[in-house]
């Protein structure tokens, strides 16, 4: 009950016609309604409706392998808010049986916030890529061993080897004899 009560995801226990039997405040507060208002309500007015079809296969094969307490079907779907505004979601389903009864537990979780962050992340990465592959300043990784893992292509204009060429080689690969003696005196 406590987990019920206190987890940051909604939880909604649903039977098998799928009428709303039990929600935790978090439900409530996700999608805008009050806990009474949940207790009653089909499941389906918390999607949007291009996504019931999807989501009556993926109850219906959980109801129908006939195993009792199946677990985490996973799936990505959007929830809309009381107020309409959808938003995206990850719903994982359970079923289980309780006397007579089937029921679906449904745990979803809001990724409005992991998706603008994963958005944000790529434009970040994309920004980053386009610095470095268009830099004329030599940037370069390498491992432990001192191989090279990454060259810019600014390396190719500076050496006269091409990038591929360069990959899983050190360094010294690249020195004069007269500069790899130069360096160990340093």
């Not at 940051?8 to 806990?35: M, W």
């Not at 999607?47 to 799936?75: C, D, I, M, W």
């Not at 300043?137 to 050496?159: H, Q």
């Amino acid at each position: 009950r406590m987990v019920h009560t206190t987890s940051l995801d909604s939880i909604v226990i649903a039977d098998s016609k799928g009428t709303i039997t039990e929600a935790n405040p978090r439900t409530g507060e996700i999608f805008g309604y009050s806990p009474e208002e949940l207790v009653g309500m089909e499941f389906l007015a918390l999607l949007p409706e291009k996504h019931v079809a999807r989501y009556k296969t993926v109850v219906s094969a959980l109801f129908n392998s006939g195993v009792q307490g199946e677990q985490g079907r996973v799936v990505e779907l959007e929830g809309v808010k009381k107020s309409g505004i959808l938003f995206p979601t990850e719903v994982t389903l359970n079923s289980f049986v309780l006397g007579p009864e089937a029921y679906l537990s449904v745990t979803l979780r809001d990724t409005t916030e992991r998706r603008f962050m994963e958005g944000t992340l790529r434009e970040s990465e994309e920004m980053y890529r386009g610095l470095v592959t268009t830099s004329q300043n030599l940037i370069w990784r390498c491992d432990n061993a001192g191989n090279f893992t990454f060259l810019n292509p600014a390396w190719e204009k500076t050496l006269g080897y091409t990038v591929e060429e360069m990959l899983g080689r050190t360094f010294s690969d690249f020195q004069t004899p007269g500069a790899a003696a130069y360096d160990h005196k340093v």
